[in-house]
T-cell receptor, first 112, second 111 residues
Framework: DAGVIQSPRHEVTEMGQEVTLRCKPI?????LFWYRQTMMRGLELLIY????????DSGMPEDRFSAKMPNASFSTLKIQPSEPRDSAVYFC??????????FGSGTRLTVV | RKEVEQDPGPFNVPEGATVAFNCTYS??????FFWYRQDCRKEPKLLMS???SGNEDGRFTAQLNRASQYISLLIRDSKLSDSATYLC????????????FGAGTRLAVHP
């Protein structure tokens, strides 16, 4: 299995631009999670899906952030418009039932 | 108050030392607990689960005290390769396996 695949690995964009992060979970996993990690705040859960349905998006910072999971093998996290304070590493993770998460390698986002 | 709290460290120890990390959680409804390891600029990876009876995996021992809402990780005979950040994690109940991560404890093992 290729694991959880995220793209791009690195993204540098200008303030105000739209940013789309992508994630392909492990085949067969029914839960998908988006996390953001910064030095100041650690790992923060943004949103998670179960069987492609958003369950809890209370961690999404504000309306500029949106996430979708159109099918079991793909999810996106979009920031529009982006701001410098959005700079962080964004991780996607997937899991099956009570088993532990498997994380993707992350997308390092820099907004200048 | 954060749901999972850890001492951020860093813990600087020589090779061969024994080091212990502690963690507390605030939600008594938390069902399961884990320790994850995260290397610099890498993703977190599951190190081990934590059980009330205590569990051991080689040089690593994890312990859970539900009454005190306290979790520990003991590393014996530290290796240089153990240098990383160790994340304490609680699984919240409610029908979905939602993991809440502590901020992590940084360990640096030196020769």
């Amino acid at each position: 299995d290729a694991g959880v695949i995220q793209s791009p690995r690195h993204e540098v964009t200008e303030m105000g631009q739209e940013v789309t992060l992508r994630c392909k979970p492990i085949s067969g996993h029914n839960s998908l999670f988006w996390y953001r990690q910064t030095m100041m705040r650690g790992l923060e859960l943004l949103i998670y899906f179960n069987n492609n349905v958003p369950i809890d998006d209370s961690g999404m910072p504000e309306d500029r952030f949106s996430a979708k999971m159109p099918n079991a093998s793909f999810s996106t996290l979009k920031i529009q418009p982006s701001e410098p304070r959005d700079s962080a590493v964004y991780f996607c993770a997937s899991s099956l039932a009570e088993k532990g998460y498997t994380f993707g390698s992350g997308t390092r986002l820099t907004v200048v | 108050r954060k749901e999972v709290e850890q001492d951020p460290g860093p813990f600087n120890v020589p090779e061969g030392a024994t080091v212990a990390f502690n963690c507390t959680y605030s939600n008594s409804a938390s069902q399961s607990f884990f320790w994850y390891r995260q290397d610099c600029r890498k993703e977190p990876k599951l190190l081990m689960s934590v059980y009330s009876s205590g569990n051991e995996d080689g040089r690593f021992t994890a312990q859970l005290n539900r009454a005190s809402q306290y979790i520990s990780l003991l590393i014996r005979d530290s290796k240089l390769s153990d240098s990383a950040t160790y994340l304490c994690v609680a699984l919240l109940s409610g029908g979905y396996n939602k993991l809440i991560f502590g901020a992590g404890t940084r360990l640096a093992v030196h020769p």
